[in-house]
């Protein structure tokens, strides 16, 4: 269909937005109007108990062997740090591994972190990690300088406060990597590398948003060989101090294939094998309910410069997506226990460590146990952006600050769901086929917006923008039109 034709149907400007205005399914209002108020941002110290099945740990990081007693419950006490807005409540517990346990929607009320409700020691001399165990917590923290979960996951970081304004608050997580473990597996190096980590994490008034910065350094006079990840326990949309993901959770990441090591064929007979060894097709273990048993899955080959991943619990609609710079964190992994896990008695926590979460780990090197070298004197940074998002069922693009759901539907219409990392502020959304504009629309929610417009035969190219009132474009993309798809 060529200009002229369409013309008809747009009518002029006007009618177009009138028309448009009609079919939008929007929580906030259409408006031209200036930004709300934003808010403030609070940082408040308090403490958090974690209950664990009784065990001991040497000073040198391991378990004391005959230590762990299921039938006695302890507790831990920590201290937490709690950064809070007008949208999201998140908490910090520097003292066991310098992590992120908690992010809540307050739009919602829901967690979108998992919590293990009772840690559990397992993996006692299997030679998987570096202590040779490993204790499930939860929930954001970052991993290295070895793989599978690296030296710090339960060790003490230090916590200063950077900044505190009424704004903004960005609070500095810090550790040195100076832990020797003479008793580690075969394929972990016991030394220490030296490595320096500082990990800032920020929160800004008015933002949907939580910021991280994670800058790994080398202070020594040769190169060090390391790993890095950033480990993210998801539970989206959980009630609030019962996290788990449930069977719909769908694992969002725009890769169209996965590496799979050949350990559990229940899971990797999910999918379509490619004419690679242990290469498939990702398609039906996005959802936490086709995973038959644990397993293991990497982005393949790698990330491919795709700057999102993350989860959505579609039973409401509840996600948590990662922004970063993927080039610089090209590895993706993905790790659950299985969708029995969703089931498990709670009766039975003492006895099994397999619990309703899905990890998705982003990576400097594509797979765990493929190195990266960081030569002396030099830094690597890690800017990562977390947002929270409701009334989205997939993400199709993905921005700093505007995330988008864009599809055809069967019934032909282009359907476009936003989610803005800042709410308040006006937008601009304007939706072109074959270079013709079918919507150009004013709103002010970036919360639950839907804009829904008719499409006219014969189309094949759409495209979209996402703008700010002054007229920078936030986020761009397009849609390649296919008769009968659906998002």
């Not at 002010?444 to 700010?468: H, K, N, R, Y």
Request: glycine share 8%.
């Amino acid at each position: 269909m060529d200009a002229n034709a369409l013309a008809g149907w747009n009518g002029g400007t006007s009618m177009r937005r009138s028309i448009v205005a009609l079919l939008l399914g929007l929580i906030g209002v259409l408006s031209a109007t200036a930004q709300a108020d934003v808010g403030t941002v609070t940082l408040t110290e308090t403490t958090i108990t974690w209950q664990t099945v009784a065990h001991e740990i040497d000073a040198d990081g391991s378990i004391v062997r005959g230590s762990v007693n299921i039938n006695d419950v302890v507790e831990q006490t920590f201290t937490a740090y709690v950064l809070e807005n007008d949208y999201i409540q998140v908490m910090l517990v520097p003292e066991y591994g310098g992590r992120i346990i908690s992010l809540i929607d307050k739009t919602t009320g829901n967690e979108q972190l998992y919590q293990n409700p009772l840690g559990l020691p397992y993996g006692i001399g299997d030679g998987n990690f570096y202590y040779d165990w490993l204790m499930v917590y939860g929930g954001i923290f970052p991993t290295f300088p070895a793989p599978e979960h690296g030296k710090s996951w339960f060790l003490p970081w230090s916590f200063e406060v950077i900044t505190e304004e009424t704004d903004e608050i960005t609070v500095r997580m810090g550790f040195v990597d100076d832990v020797t473990f003479q008793a580690a597996p075969g394929r972990f190096n016991p030394a220490p590398t030296g490595l320096e980590a500082e990990y800032l994490v920020s929160l800004k008034a008015g933002h949907r948003a939580l910021d991280t910065t994670l800058t790994l350094s080398n202070p020594t006079d040769e190169t060090v060989r390391y790993e890095y990840w950033t480990c993210v326990t998801l539970a989206p949309g959980s009630a609030t101090g019962d996290t788990q993901a449930t069977l719909s959770t769908e694992i969002i990441a725009p890769i169209d294939q996965i590496k799979m090591p050949p350990w559990w064929p229940q899971t990797i007979a999910a999918e379509t094998a490619t004419n690679m060894p242990d290469i498939y097709q990702f398609d039906a273990l996005r959802i936490f309910d086709n995973w038959a048993d644990m397993g293991i899955a990497y982005a393949y080959p790698t990330m491919n410069g795709a700057n999102f991943w993350g989860a959505i619990n579609q039973d409401n609609q509840e996600g948590l997506i990662r922004i970063a710079d993927n080039t610089i964190t090209p590895g993706l992994k993905i790790w659950t226990w299985g969708a029995e896990s969703a089931d498990l008695p709670a009766d039975i926590y003492a006895f099994n460590e397999r619990r309703p979460y899905i990890e998705l780990w982003a990576g400097v090197t594509p797979e765990f146990f493929q190195v990266a070298f960081l030569p002396a004197g030099e830094s690597v940074t890690i800017i990562e952006r977390y947002v929270v998002t409701t009334g989205l069922s997939n993400i199709t693009h993905a921005s700093d600050d505007v995330l988008v759901n864009v599809y055809q539907s069967d019934a032909g219409e282009i359907r476009l769901a936003l989610a803005d990392t800042q709410p308040e502020r006006p937008l601009t959304v304007v939706i072109t086929a074959d270079e013709t504009d079918l919507a150009d629309v004013e709103l002010i929610s970036g919360i639950d917006s839907e804009l829904t417009v008719p499409l006219p035969d014969g189309i094949t190219d759409v495209a979209f923008t996402v703008s700010a009132v002054d007229g920078e474009v936030l986020l761009a993309g397009a849609l390649d039109v296919v008769a009968g798809t659906d998002g």
